[in-house]
């Protein structure tokens, strides 16, 4: 059984920090992982996805690294701005049953 | 322009009653889902159809009946609605299941509450 765990569950950086929020799932037979933003009060947005046979992605001040040896994805945020605030999920596809898992989220807060 | 719709954005109602929430997504998509996201923000799988017939159906209590009339639209009705169905509903949609590059797209969510 596919689980998805996000660490931490809640971040509060200053402006312009560097910041990494990780991942980690306990099956590593993945079709893809996908990064995704959520504001309150609002749907998902997709951030990045990385395909399985993929390692990382980058779109501007984000990057997303996959090791599915290890069972691990990480988000990274450069510059880390206000606008930044939000929860960050993480979702794993599995191959066969055609679900999608997603974690519990993290709370990112980035002070001005 | 908007992607994937959802109606309506609130929905209050009382236990017992039946209610329905629409979908639709104008992308041209061959896939559509259901997610329930509960009070703690975790967001959980109901149902998936796949050019129009059921591909996933989690278990979820038979009071929940997905219907698609076509690939752009997928409802949910909900009978005699309980307390612990309070929750937000996301509707979600790709191009095509199976494909390691299948990005889904969400709808703004349906917040029910069951008084």
């Known amino acids: 059984k596919q689980e998805v765990t996000q660490i931490p569950a809640a971040l509060s950086v200053p402006e312009g920090e560097n910041l990494v929020l990780n991942c980690s799932f306990t099956?590593?037979?993945?079709?893809?992982l996908q990064w995704f933003r959520q504001d309150p009060g609002k749907g998902l947005t997709s951030l990045l996805l990385i395909q399985s046979s993929q390692r990382e992605q980058t779109s501007g001040r984000l990057n997303a690294s996959l090791d599915k040896s290890s069972g691990r994805s990480t988000l990274y945020i450069a510059a880390s701005q206000p606008g930044d605030s939000a929860t960050y999920l993480c979702a794993v596809r599995r191959p066969g049953g055609f679900k999608t898992i997603f974690g519990a989220g993290t709370r990112l807060f980035v002070k001005a | 322009d908007t992607a994937v719709s959802q109606t309506p954005k609130y929905l209050v109602t009382q236990m017992g009653n039946d209610k329905s929430i629409k979908c639709e997504q104008n992308l041209g998509h061959d896939t559509m889902y259901w997610y329930k996201q509960d009070s703690k923000k975790f967001l959980k799988i109901m149902f998936s159809?796949?050019?129009?017939?059921?591909?996933i159906n989690e278990t979820v209590p038979n009071r929940f009946s997905p219907k698609s009339p076509d690939k752009a639209h997928l409802n949910l009705h909900i009978n005699s609605l309980e307390l612990g169905d309070s929750a937000v509903y996301f509707c979600a949609s790709s191009h095509r299941e199976g494909s390691t590059a299948d990005t889904q797209y969400f709808g703004p969510g349906t917040r029910l509450t069951v008084l």
């Open positions: 099956d590593s037979a993945i079709y893809n």
């Open positions: 159809y796949n050019n129009k017939e059921l591909i």
